[in-house]
């Protein structure tokens, strides 16, 4: 079975500064998605980025990046200039041709002024 | 477009009793997918619907149930409420949910008492 580990349950961060989030998952599928949700104290979680696994090239949303090793199943976000309003839960998350989506314990970030 | 609602937002029940949440999908979008989210299991799937069938499940108690109407629209049941059942429940709908991006509702708290 896939799973999805984040090893880091809380990160912190200066404001304007850049924080990288860790995630690893296991799985001997060639072919699915990876995500990076956000979940702020509203709850409603919210997508940050996607990657395809079939892709070499890292996605890239404005502040936001990934970088993402296959061969070493490891899928990091980068989050460049931080912001106050970036602080929140981030659950890293996988998807598989089945269907099949598992979600990590998440990583609690937190945003210094 | 207008985003996953879901209702109710909140709801108090008491042990023995049962519940049904409502989720919206985004339009055009026909797979709907319910987690249970809990402070110690963190996110887990429950089951996915794609055209009125499911089409997967997860590790729950048969107390839980779910259908999706022909408009997409889906609904989960909670039968014989147990305190554990305490949670935020999320839907997320996606397009054809092989494979592609999900996007989550607000989510249903719900307190059992």
């Known amino acids: 079975a896939q799973t999805v580990t984040q090893s880091q349950p809380e990160m912190s961060v200066q404001e304007a500064e850049t924080v990288t989030l860790s995630c690893t998952y296991d799985?001997?599928?060639?072919?699915?998605?990876l995500f990076w949700y956000k979940q702020p104290p509203s709850r409603q979680m919210i997508l940050v980025i996607r990657q395809e696994a079939y892709k070499q090239q890292n996605a890239t949303e404005n502040r936001f990046s990934v970088n993402f090793q296959k061969a070493a199943k490891s899928f990091s976000l980068k989050i460049s200039d931080s912001q106050l309003g970036d602080a929140a839960m981030y659950f890293c998350a996988y998807r598989s041709a089945d269907n099949d989506m598992r979600f990590g314990a998440g990583t609690r970030l937190t945003v210094k002024p | 477009k207008a985003g996953v609602t879901q209702t109710p937002r909140y709801l108090i029940k008491t042990r023995g009793q049962q519940v049904t949440l409502s989720c919206s999908p985004i339009s055009g979008h026909r797979s709907v997918s319910w987690y249970q989210q809990t402070p110690g299991q963190g996110l887990q799937f429950l089951f996915e619907y794609f055209s009125e069938t499911q089409r997967n499940k997860g590790n729950f108690p048969g107390r839980f149930s779910g259908r999706q109407f022909s408009n997409s629209r889906s609904e989960m049941n909670v039968s014989t409420l147990e305190l554990g059942d305490s949670a935020l429940y999320l839907c997320?709908?996606?397009?054809?949910?092989?494979?592609?991006?999900?996007?989550f509702g607000p989510g249903t708290r719900l307190t059992v008492l």
């Open positions: 799985t001997s599928e060639s072919d699915y998605y």
């Open positions: 997320a709908s996606s397009l054809s949910g092989r494979l592609d991006t999900q996007y």
